[in-house]
């Protein structure tokens, strides 16, 4: 079994991340940079806000969507390619749409820029002549740059973007929310800093592990989601994720030697409940490691920050582990075979 990895632009482009997220911060210290999109959002009362996105993009929307929620707001998170076919009657004339994609130009948004009527679109994209930026009401820019194949830039970028417009459409102070996302590069480069020792540590955790499960609750899910997403595309390695809760309803049953579960413990009030889970997993002699934190394992173990800035480091140690498990069987991890950047078919 390999443990060497194979470096090539994925590795490169995760470790750009600090410098992707600096430069979108930059960006949105800028007044003007915001300025339409703080004008569509106070400009109307809106009923509802339709939050839609595919792949990375559409588990990056999790945290902003529970943050609408908690505070009670109407916000529905809907995958595009099911909104498009199934729920455009969401998208009424006192909707906002707000439509993540890193691209601007996958297939489904451009169908949904087709089908869309009444909704005004809102648009969050890395691309500034993409489809999507020249025909929505208003553009948020992330400042990613180029990226290779697996989000990873784009996705951390895509966080800082959503949180920020979190406080605009929530009323939150909107420099205070600059201020606390000023740390959030240099926290991301604490960790990577240390990529070439956490990834034989997960590689030597893993060992004789064929799938994994990934579980966690409220903004937590954005990592679960994204990070057995990642696991499977860049090293080709079989991952699930799904709620802490649900796994209790059924699939702890499929624990096994062969199976591991890693636990996001997330924020108060659920991280004990998370805890709990990881307890029980240990009780009946399976395999599994808390991920956050409360975790003991290192290359999972991340400073506390606030609840809301923890989804930006929850991915990472998921990051690593592409790498670990990619290296165990040979692979480049994040070289395509069968997909491109831009997913262009329906």
């Known amino acids: 079994m ?4 194979i470096r090539g632009p994925y590795l490169d482009d995760l470790l750009r991340q600090p410098e992707a997220l600096l430069a979108t911060h930059r960006s949105l210290l800028e007044t003007a940079t915001g300025e339409s999109a703080r004008r569509l959002v106070h400009g109307t009362s809106w009923s509802r806000i339709v939050l839609t996105g595919m792949g990375a993009s559409f588990h990056a929307l999790q945290p902003l969507t529970a943050d609408l929620l908690a505070c ?11 909104l ?13 749409l707000v439509v993540v994609s890193q691209s601007g130009a996958s297939a489904e948004i451009l169908r949904l820029l087709d089908l869309n009527r009444h909704a005004t679109v809102l648009a969050v994209t890395n691309e500034r002549d993409s489809p999507l930026a020249h025909r929505a009401a208003a553009v948020v820019l992330m400042q990613a740059g180029s990226e290779y194949s697996v989000s990873c830039k784009t996705y951390s970028a895509t966080l800082m973007v959503l949180n920020w417009l979190g406080a605009i459409m929530l009323g939150r ?15 991301v480069a604490g960790y990577l800093d240390r990529w070439e020792t956490h990834v034989p540590q997960i590689t030597q955790r893993l060992a004789g592990i064929r799938s994994l499960f990934l579980m966690g609750r409220g903004a937590s899910l954005a990592a679960v989601g994204a990070g057995s997403l990642i696991i499977k595309e860049a090293a080709r390695f079989p991952a699930e994720g799904m709620s ?3 796994f209790r309803h059924g699939p702890l049953e499929m624990l096994n030697a062969e199976r591991f579960a890693i636990v996001l413990t997330g924020a108060t009030p659920t991280a004990t ?37 923890l989804p ?11 790498l670990a498990l990619a290296a165990m069987s040979g692979r480049e991890a994040g070289r395509f075979e069968y997909l491109t950047k831009i997913t262009d078919v329906e």
């Open 84 to 96: 498009i076919h199934g729920a455009m009657a969401q998208c009424r004339a006192d909707t906002l």
């Open 244 to 246: 802490s809760a649900a």
């Open 72 to 82: 009670g707001r109407v916000a529905l998170r809907i995958e595009t390619s099911e």
């Open 173 to 187: 102070d909107e420099q205070s929310v600059l201020s606390a996302l000023a740390d959030i590069p240099q926290a």
């Open 273 to 309: 409940l998370n805890m709990g889970l990881l307890t029980t997993i240990a009780h009946q002699g399976k395999s599994g490691e808390a991920l956050g934190p409360l975790a003991a394992f290192e290359p999972f173990h991340l400073p506390a920050v606030e609840s809301g800035l």
């Open 2 to 5: 390999s443990q060497t990895v």
């Open 312 to 322: 930006f480091l929850e991915i990472l140690p998921l990051q690593m582990t592409t």
